[in-house]
């Protein structure tokens, strides 16, 4: 069935350095897309969405970039942080009011000081 | 600012009880979602409410049933429940900003914690 997946289950990264989470989708009627941090025990946070009118999206050291020949998105972090520290999921929705949020599996991101 | 409230935070059952959970959206959200999230699994999208009528569908049991209120509050109701009903239970609200075929940007509860013994 149609799913949304991300490549890498677990990213190790030394804090400072940039992270980059990979996602990919195979609904090709999807146009929103959205990237959410959760951390243990709490509910998934939203931090930046796109539109697949779009390729591109920066937020506060986010980034968000959407290539829909392939049908990929990634969500970079810069100068990642300790409290970056959690699992991220990218969710895919058709647009309309009231549509469901399709999951993709999670990445956890470990800092390292 | 304010976020959605969801209602208890925790819950203990024993199996063939039932249980309901409560929902309050964002103000002026008007839209509501419901999600469970099993043990290192991703959310799992059960149903959603537009302007108190149902809009989505997904994997929800016949057992469970919702509802959204006139003020915009939704319940989840359990009923018989089953070990494998522990989960978190998430509630989403976002606003329909009428744009044609934009999604709306769900925003999530901290979630219920459904523990069946």
């Known amino acids: 069935g149609e799913s949304v997946g991300l490549h890498l289950p677990t990213l190790s990264v030394q804090e400072g350095d940039n992270s980059i989470i990979n996602c990919a989708y195979s609904?090709?009627?999807?146009?929103?897309f959205i990237w959410y941090k959760q951390e243990s025990g709490k509910g998934p946070q939203f931090i930046i969405d796109?539109?697949?009118?779009?390729d591109k999206r920066q937020g506060q050291r986010v980034t968000v970039l959407l290539n829909k020949t392939v049908k990929h998105l990634s969500l970079q972090i810069a100068a990642t942080q300790p409290g970056d520290s959690a699992v991220y999921f990218c969710?895919?929705?058709?647009?309309?009011?009231?549509?469901?949020?399709?999951f993709g599996g999670g990445t956890r991101v470990l800092v390292k000081p | 600012a304010a976020g959605v409230i969801q209602s208890p935070r925790h819950l203990i059952k024993e199996k063939r009880e039932t249980a309901t959970l409560k929902c309050y959206p964002i103000p002026r959200h008007d839209t509501v979602y419901w999600y469970q999230q099993g043990p290192g699994q991703d959310p799992q999208f059960l149903i959603s409410?537009?302007?108190?009528?149902?809009?989505d569908k997904g994997s929800i049991p016949d057992r469970f049933s919702a509802q959204q209120f006139s003020d915009y509050h939704s319940e989840l109701n359990m009923s018989s429940l089953e070990l494998g009903d522990s989960a978190l239970y998430f509630c989403?609200?976002?606003?329909?900003?009428?744009?044609?075929?934009?999604?709306?940007?769900?925003?999530f509860g901290p979630g219920t914690r459904l523990t069946v013994l």
């Open positions: 409410f537009y302007e108190k009528m149902q809009s």
């Open positions: 796109i539109r697949s009118n779009m």
């Open positions: 609904n090709s009627a999807s146009d929103y």
């Open positions: 969710a895919e929705n058709i647009g309309a009011a009231g549509n469901k949020l399709t």
């Open positions: 989403a609200s976002s606003i329909n900003t009428g744009l044609a075929g934009a999604g709306d940007t769900q925003y």
